[in-house]
C-alpha cells in the first residue's frame, strides 16, 4: 500500500472510530425543542492532509448546560463581567482537551533546533456564555463567551504517551525526540470571544449569514487578540454560531437549535492574529528550552460542511493556517470534525 493510500485508510479509520461509538451511544439523545444539555466531542488532526508535524493532533471533549440550568455563580459573574451583554441567555460550559505538537521530522532523537519543539497541553476549561436575544425588531444578537483554561504544558500533558500509543496503532512512525519537548509548567489561559449575529438572508430557500467576531487570550500560553467572521449558506440553519474548534481558532459555539428536522450548511471564515505570547512557540516561561522565532501574525482560513439532523450536529472543517515561525518550511493545513448531541 503506497502512502498515500495508507495515509487515507488511517483518516477514514479515524473518522470512522470517532463518529460510530458517538451515535451509537447517543441512541436516546432528546430530538424534542427542550434542551437539558449538549456533548460536542471534537477531534483536529493533519492526517487528513498527509503530515504529521506542528499543530498535529487536538482532542476536546464539552457539556454546555442549557440557559436554565446553570448555578447563580454563572449568571452573577456575566452580569458584572463589562464587555459581556447585560441580559439574555447565560450558560456554562466544562471542556477538557489534549494538543500536541511535533517538529516536521519525526526520526530525530536530536530534532533540529530551528524546527517546532515538540510540546504538549492538557487543559480543563469552565466557561461562561452569555447570548443577548433577538428583540424582535431585526436588531443584532451577541454571542459573549469567556473560558479559563487551567493544565499543565510539558511531560505531563502525556502528549508522548498518547501519540506512541495511536501511531502503534496505526503502524505509523513513532516519534523520536519528545527527550527535547518543553519542560513541564503550569498552564493557565483566559479567552475571551464576542460574536455577532445577523439576520440572515432567504434565496430560492436557502438562507446566508454572516457573523463577525472580535477576542483575545492572557496567560503564559497564549498572548493574543484576534478579529474575522464566518459565513455560512444552507438550508435550514441551525441556529448557532458556527462549529467549534480548540483555540487559537475561529469562534464557533457547542451548543445549536435546530430549525427543521434536517438541514445543512457550507460555511468559509478567517481570523487573523497578533501574537505577544505562544509557548510552544516561545518555550518555556521560567526556565530555558527548545524555542522558535514567531511569527507575529498569522492568519487562518476554513472552509466546511454541516449536517444538523433532529439532535444531532456533525461537521467538517478544512483549515489552511498560515506560517507560524519565521523558519517554518510550509504553512499549515488540518481538518476537524466535531459531533455536537443535544440531551
Given at each position: ?53 506542528d ?13 436554565d ?51 504538549g ?8 456564555i ?71 438572508w432567504?434565496?430560492l ?8 467576531h ?6 503564559n ?42 438541514g ?17 512557540l ?9 524555542h522558535?522565532?514567531?511569527?507575529p ?46 440531551f
Open positions: 500500500m503506497t502512502n498515500l493510500k495508507r495515509r487515507s485508510a488511517q483518516a477514514l479509520a479515524c473518522a470512522a472510530a470517532f463518529a460510530a461509538p458517538l451515535f451509537a451511544a447517543s441512541a436516546h439523545a432528546d430530538d424534542s425543542d427542550k434542551e437539558t444539555g449538549t456533548l460536542s466531542i471534537l477531534f483536529e488532526n493533519d492526517i487528513f492532509y498527509h503530515t504529521d508535524r499543530y498535529t493532533n487536538g482532542v476536546q471533549i464539552a457539556w454546555t448546560t442549557p440557559p440550568q446553570n448555578w447563580d455563580w454563572a449568571t452573577e459573574t456575566a452580569r458584572w463581567l463589562p464587555y459581556f451583554g447585560q441580559e439574555g441567555e447565560v450558560r456554562t460550559s466544562y471542556s477538557i482537551g489534549q494538543n500536541i505538537y511535533t517538529p516536521s521530522n519525526l526520526h530525530l532523537a536530536d530534532p533540529d533546533p530551528s524546527d517546532r519543539p515538540y510540546a497541553f492538557l487543559y480543563l476549561g469552565p466557561g461562561i452569555n447570548e443577548t436575544p433577538d428583540q424582535g425588531d431585526g436588531s443584532v444578537r451577541q454571542l459573549d463567551q469567556a473560558e479559563l483554561d487551567l493544565g499543565v504544558v510539558g511531560p505531563d500533558s502525556l502528549a508522548q504517551n498518547s501519540q506512541d500509543f495511536v501511531h502503534r496503532i496505526i503502524n505509523d512512525t513513532i516519534p523520536q525526540g519528545w527527550d527535547y519537548q518543553l519542560h513541564n509548567e503550569p498552564a493557565l489561559v483566559l479567552k475571551d470571544e464576542k460574536t455577532w449575529k445577523f439576520s440572515s432567504k434565496v430557500g436557502f438562507s446566508f449569514d454572516v457573523d463577525p472580535v477576542g483575545a487570550a492572557v496567560g500560553v497564549y498572548d493574543f487578540v484576534n478579529a474575522g467572521a464566518m459565513a455560512r449558506f444552507g438550508f435550514n440553519l441551525p441556529d448557532d454560531y458556527g462549529p467549534v474548534r480548540i483555540d487559537p481558532s475561529l469562534p464557533g459555539s457547542n451548543f445549536f437549535k435546530p430549525t427543521g428536522a434536517i445543512a450548511y457550507l460555511f468559509a471564515g478567517v481570523d487573523g492574529r497578533a501574537i505577544a505570547r505562544n509557548i510552544f516561545d518555550g518555556n516561561t521560567w526556565e530555558d528550552s527548545r522558535v522565532t514567531k511569527i501574525y498569522v492568519g487562518d482560513l476554513q472552509l466546511g460542511a454541516a449536517l444538523t439532523f433532529r439532535a444531532f450536529r456533525l461537521t467538517f472543517t478544512h483549515v489552511f493556517r498560515t506560517k507560524e515561525f519565521t523558519t517554518q518550511a510550509h504553512s499549515d493545513q488540518f481538518g476537524a470534525i466535531n459531533l455536537s448531541v443535544r
